[in-house]
Structure formats: C-alpha cells, structure tokens
C-alpha cells in the first residue's frame, strides 16, 4: 500500500488533494512523472544514468536506485497515473535530520522558455544561489521526543552567509532550537561532517568526479543531507549520507565540465569545513587544501550570469576561496 511520505522537506508535497511523491513499505519511493518536457526529460536521465558504464561504481551511490516506471494512484486521487520508482533514501531511518540544498549558482538550464529564465533569474538573485552558489530549499531537524522536529518556514532561502553557516551549525548541535539567537553547540560536526565516511568526505569524493566528469550538466538539481541525530546522541554510528535528487534540468555535457554546479559544490564543502575547526575533526580536511578546488589554479569562482535569459554571459562572482 502506498502512502505520503512524512520527511519530504522540499518540492511538490502530496497530501490534501495534492500530486506528489509516494512511498511503499519495500524501500521505494514513487515520484509523479511530469507530462511536461520535465518529465520526459528526467525519464532519459534515469535511463542513462542507470545504463552508463562511464559513471564510477562508488559514484553511483549518491544517486537513487531507478526501477523504471509505473502506473499508480495519484496522491490527488485523480486517477492512475505514471511515476518514476526509484530508492527511498530515508527507509529504515527512524527521525532522519535533513538538509535539502539547490546547488549551482544558476539553476535555470539553457533550452527552457525564455518565460522559465526569467522566473529562475529572479529567483537565484533573491537567494543565496547567486552570492553564495547554492542555497537551502528546505529542512527538518531531529529535537528529542518530546519537541519531534524542528521544520522552519521556507523563508530561510534568502539568507546571508552567516545565516547560512549558522544554520548549519544548527544542522549537527545537540541543542538545535527555532530561537536563531541561541548559539549552536555543534557537538555532532565531529561525527557527522568529519571522518573518513562523513558528510565532508563524501563531498570531496563526489567533487573529485564532477572536476573529470563531463557527461551531465546538472541544473535545479539538490544534495540531500541526512543523519540519524537520535543515534549519535546514544554513541551509535550517525549513518550520514549525502544523495543527489531532482534531475528534471539535466543536458548533456558535451564535453564539457559543468562549472556552474562544481562551483557550488565547492562552495558548500568551504561552509562545511570551517565548521569543522579542530585538528582531530579535520582528519579529512586536511587534503582539503590539495583537493578542495584544485581545478582552475586552485581557485573557484561560483558562476554568476550575467545579462539577461539567453544572452546571460559568465562571470566570476566574488565569492571565491583558495
């Protein structure tokens, strides 16, 4: 039997009357296939994707399982409609804390109306996409039993790079809270972000194969972050995890290394590893000054277009480290 999901933090949620993701008790999580071009579009990408010999095997891992498609009720209860099957990344997890983060600077792909690149323009400017390279779509963080989730308002995507530091810290505290004013004690960054299986190292590897990689060009497209916090807090393993989803704006690379999300992605492992400030939690860090952005003279610059829609050129943005 199929059912909505409870730790869906971003997109389009089902539930009162709405189309939206299911899942099923066997670990599989059933996505409504568009009946646009965007649905037709990460239809090929799935097929791909899962048929490619040129994506690594441990690369593979951060991206869903695909079982093909299906037709079964909408969540809208319209009628039997058609929906991607693909791996439930939180199946088996018990109060999985969340991070859903858009990457890329510019999140609007190149052949979409020129009425959805304007949309995306102005969207990315009111964000942190451009100043920052990516920014937070939407989260929920694990308090204890008694308080259950802390799942703030979608406001959060404007926010400034302290804010958005701050949030993060929140992310792996013991003392996570809505009151933004009480300082996070990151007590989990050690466990969850640091270690040669956490977050910041499953960053770096998959860093490693967007410098090589040019297959894909991947717009709108989210790195989930995921722990266990009810674990950590008991002295068990977190299960950190990153996955990749949303896959409705991705090109082919021709050839072509696609800057716009790697410079985001370099972007998001700085936040990380600044959180990360003492010598035993930065094991993992520290090839960071070989490795963190070794492409371009090891120094990144997020993306930013300027311009308008078809006629945005790139440009270096300030943000930029070393």
């Not at 035993?280 to 277009?305: H, M, P, R, S």
Request: proline share 5%; charged share 25%; aromatic share 12%.
């Amino acid at each position: 039997m199929l059912k909505v999901t409870n730790d869906q933090v971003a997109g389009h949620k089902a539930g009162d009357g709405k189309l939206g993701p299911l899942i099923d008790d066997l670990g599989r999580f059933y996505k409504p296939l568009q009946s646009n071009e965007r649905g037709s579009n990460e239809l090929t990408f799935y097929t791909s994707f899962s048929t490619n010999t040129r994506i690594p095997g441990p690369i593979r891992r951060f991206f869903p399982n695909f079982y093909g498609t299906q037709l079964v009720e909408a969540s809208d209860g319209s009628s039997l409609q058609p929906h991607l099957v693909l791996q439930d990344f939180n199946f088996g997890r018990v109060n999985p804390s969340i991070i859903d983060i858009k990457i890329g600077s510019r999140t609007w792909d190149p052949q979409a109306s020129e009425e959805y690149i304007q949309k995306g323009l102005k969207k990315d400017r009111e964000t942190s996409s451009l100043p920052l390279g990516f920014r937070l779509s939407g989260f929920q963080i694990y308090q204890n039993r008694e308080l259950g989730f802390w799942k703030p308002e979608r406001t959060f995507q404007s926010l400034s790079a302290d804010e958005v530091n701050l949030l993060l810290r929140k992310f792996v505290s013991s003392n996570t809270s809505a009151n933004l004013d009480l300082q996070p004690d990151c007590s989990f960054a050690s466990i969850v972000y640091g270690g040669s299986t956490g977050i910041l190292s499953q960053l770096l590897e998959l860093k490693a194969w967007f410098e090589d990689q040019t297959i894909y060009h991947f717009y709108s497209c989210s790195v989930l972050m995921t722990y266990e916090k009810e674990f950590v807090s008991n002295g068990k393993i977190p299960c950190a995890e990153i996955k990749l989803i949303d896959f409705a704006h991705v090109y082919e690379g021709q050839g072509v290394i696609d800057h716009n999300f790697l410079g985001g992605l370099c972007s998001l492992i700085k936040f990380i590893s600044e959180i990360l400030i003492t010598p035993e939690e930065l094991f993992t860090v520290g090839l960071l000054k070989d490795k963190l952005c070794k492409y371009e003279d090891t120094k990144v610059d997020v993306v930013i277009f300027k311009g308008e829609g078809r006629g945005a050129r790139a440009a270096p943005s300030p943000f930029r480290f070393s």
